[in-house]
């Protein structure tokens, strides 16, 4: 299955509702138009006239009420005020006036969209360093130890050797969960007992590491602690004590962030940049959520690279972010119909 027609099927959600969304736009107008017609120039009777070589495909004039509501479908798909007034007036120039067809706004829609997330899409970057420290964080549930399975599983592939450091080790079933994702990638675990510290384990990993002269480190941190000034001293901790042993490590910094979550992933990315030097963005559980316009607001806003996507729970379901196929599936602009 072509990535384009994976992540449509995944993104049903988001994509029915702003598609849904954009249908109603021009074809409510349409039917309020013919309802009560306007014999000089109503949207109804244009739309008629100008339907005659596409039939089924009503027209509506882009106007300042168009405009709102395009408005108010964007950010109740999660894109933001700023990023949504930001979008519809970049749709709008030089079209004021014209006449569009839901497929028109649809494609001028997935064009504004991918052009904002197009400088983000970027593969965490490779470097020649060995090991590559790549600390993982974020807050609970987001969908760090996964990403690290399902990371892990890729670089593998790629021919890669990577060795995962189990740095959650305040829940003995948060290790036992990324030993199941160590066997499934075919990559080994580093463990340490329950409650001992994630600083030293990780230090410990980075000269298994050295010593078995692998490429990547990845690094499992907890997202449940008591507190932020705890989560903020954990994380510094650890990368104090492997700079110890690579004044250069981490490397890659990666936010995990859960999209069902909505506006409140911007929140995680401010806070998590306080703490750590964050250098790139993994967004899971695309699948199924209708709040995919998130990810256009976090381009907008912070500009950091989006590695991955995580679309499902199984080990391939991580994909690498594209963002015409994103802006297509997100707006329903790909649609056939
Ligand atoms: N549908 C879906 N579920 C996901 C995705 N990524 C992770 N999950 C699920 O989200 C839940 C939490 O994932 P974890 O990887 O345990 O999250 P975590 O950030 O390690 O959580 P803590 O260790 O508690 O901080 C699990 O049930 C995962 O299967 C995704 O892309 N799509
Ligand atoms: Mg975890």
Request: cysteine-free.
């Amino acid at each position: 299955m072509s990535f384009f027609k994976k992540l449509k099927n995944r993104l049903t959600r988001s994509s029915d509702k702003l598609g849904d969304g954009l249908d109603a736009i021009v074809e409510d107008s349409v039917a309020e138009a013919e309802a009560t017609p306007d014999v000089d120039d109503g949207p109804g009777l244009v739309s008629r006239v100008l339907g005659r070589g596409t039939p089924g495909a009503p027209k509506r004039e882009l106007d300042d009420e168009m405009l709102e509501q395009l408005e108010e479908l964007l950010i109740s798909a999660d894109m933001g005020v700023d990023t949504a007034l930001r979008v519809t007036a970049n749709m709008a120039e030089g079209r004021f006036g014209k006449k569009l067809s839901t497929q028109e706004i649809k494609d001028l829609l997935a064009e504004e969209v991918a052009r904002v997330m197009e400088p983000v899409a970027r593969p965490m970057p490779l470097y020649a360093k060995k090991p590559q420290v790549v600390l993982v964080v974020g807050v609970n549930g987001a969908g760090k130890t996964t990403t690290i399975g399902k990371l892990a599983s890729q670089f593998r592939a790629a021919g890669k050797s990577v060795v995962i450091a189990a740095g959650d080790t305040f829940r003995a079933a948060a290790v036992e969960q990324l030993q199941i994702w160590g066997e499934r990638a075919g990559v080994p675990v580093l463990t340490a007992p329950e409650g001992s510290d994630p600083a030293s384990l990780a230090f410990d990993a980075m000269v298994q590491a050295e010593a078995d002269g692998a490429d990547l480190l990845l690094i499992d941190t907890a997202g449940r602690l008591q507190n932020r000034q705890d989560l903020m001293e954990e994380l510094s901790k650890i990368v104090r004590v492997i700079r110890k042993k690579d004044e250069t490590a981490p490397h890659n910094t990666l936010l995990v962030l859960d999209a069902t979550t909505g506006q409140n992933a911007l929140n995680q990315v401010e806070t998590f940049q306080k703490l750590a030097d964050v250098t790139g963005l993994v967004m899971t559980k695309l699948d199924g959520t209708a709040r995919g316009g998130v990810l256009v607001a976090l381009a907008d806003k912070f500009g950091l690279p989006i590695h991955a996507i995580g679309v499902g729970e199984q080990i391939d379901d991580l994909d690498a972010f594209d963002p015409e196929d994103f802006a297509k599936a997100l707006t329903g602009a790909g649609d056939l119909s």
